[in-house]
């Protein structure tokens, strides 16, 4: 049985009279929650950042579920705590599951737990791949943001891989003040990139669109450029095609083969976190047997620490952090809360008494 909650914003409070509430926040609430607010979001992914720079963030490495049944499947829990305003623990649960996009199922679910911070206590159960996904395309709009404010503003995007990503990524570039002359697009499912280039006609854009028959061909005419795939391994290995030096949002992570990140500007969101599974920063790490690639994360540039050069590709690679998943997740409870909607499970805590 489910009901509504009408008032506050905040579980409520273990004690000698108090009983935990839990809630279940589906993906409609929060597409609700979510929906036309991306600067809003961007604004608080990058307080987000400067709170975890500052260390007032717990950020453990995120754990692999694997299969030897299913080797391009994967299972990954992301536990984390962030303080400041937010001040909530929690995990998100996220599945990646390729083959999922020949049954017309989008590659990725996911479910967020947020956890009271005095109690331990989950307090909510929220559908996550929306989450995941407004808060990979906010920081990948804050990167593009503050990496070319010391370099011309690209005027040309190319998105390598047209999935959801890459559209929450189009999204947030546009709610955010991005405009483009031209749109390229490049995608191995010609189905894909169509409907792909179906949204962008959707949007009423103004920019000229291309699909592009080949990688080389969507990054030469892209001053920023879009990785949005579900690469396991390396498949872009030219460091020629990025002679240009574009602004380069390898959100994907396993994209580019290291050399063209030894011949480029390397900025991540976390030194730790982006540097292990086999992404291209980690394969360039053990090639080179050190980290002196690296020119630092976003929060340095943030903070005027590193600073983008203009004559070379700067690579941003972001791993993605579980404190943003709990920053949005809980600013989407509070505005479902704030509009009277949360739906709590009765007695979902059972049996609260220590000694029955």
């Known amino acids: 049985m489910t009901h509504l909650l009408s008032t506050g914003t905040q579980p409520a409070q273990p004690g000698p009279a108090s009983v935990p509430t839990f809630a279940v926040v589906s993906g409609e609430q929060v597409q609700q929650a979510l929906g036309g607010r991306e600067k809003q979001i961007v604004e608080l992914v990058e307080a987000t950042y400067r709170l975890h720079g500052a260390g007032d ?20 829990a992301l536990p984390a705590s962030i303080g400041g305003s937010v001040n909530v623990d929690g995990m998100k649960w996220i599945s990646s599951f390729p083959e999922n996009v020949g049954a017309g199922l989008p590659r990725a679910s996911a479910v967020l737990i947020l956890n009271d911070h005095d109690t331990g206590y ?13 808060r990979t395309a906010a920081s990948a709009a804050l990167a593009a943001d503050w990496l070319s404010r010391t370099r011309v503003r690209p005027t040309r995007v190319g998105f390598f891989g047209t999935g959801l990503i890459a559209r929450y990524i189009h999204t947030y570039l546009a709610g955010t003040g991005w405009a483009f002359d031209s749109i390229g697009v490049h995608d191995l ?23 592009h028959d080949s990688a080389e061909a969507l990054i030469r005419s892209s001053d920023l450029v879009v990785f949005a795939t579900v690469a396991g391994r390396p498949h872009v290995t030219s460091p020629a095609w990025f002679d240009h030096n574009p602004l380069v949002l390898h959100v994907s992570l396993r994209d580019l083969d290291p050399e063209i990140l030894l011949g480029a500007a390397n900025f991540v969101d976390d030194v730790e976190h982006c540097l292990k599974a086999d992404t291209s920063p980690h394969l360039a790490e053990q090639r080179t047997g050190d980290r002196d690639f690296l020119n630092g994360t976003l929060n340095d540039v943030m903070l005027g620490r590193a600073v983008p050069p203009q004559d070379q590709p700067v690579i941003f690679s972001p791993f993605g952090l579980g404190v943003l998943d709990l920053a949005v997740g809980k600013y989407v409870y509070d505005e479902v809360a704030r509009a009277g909607n949360l739906r709590l499970v009765d007695d979902f805590f059972h049996d609260l008494r220590r000694h029955g």
């Open 122 to 134: 989950p307090f909510a159960c929220m559908e996550s791949s929306i989450i995941s996904a407004c």
């Open 57 to 76: 963030s717990v950020n453990p490495p995120s754990y692999f579920l694997r299969f030897p049944d299913r080797p391009t499947s994967r299972i990954i």
């Open 189 to 211: 499912s010609a189905d894909s990139a169509a409907g792909f280039c179906g949204y962008l006609r959707g949007t009423g854009t103004a920019a000229r669109v291309t699909v």
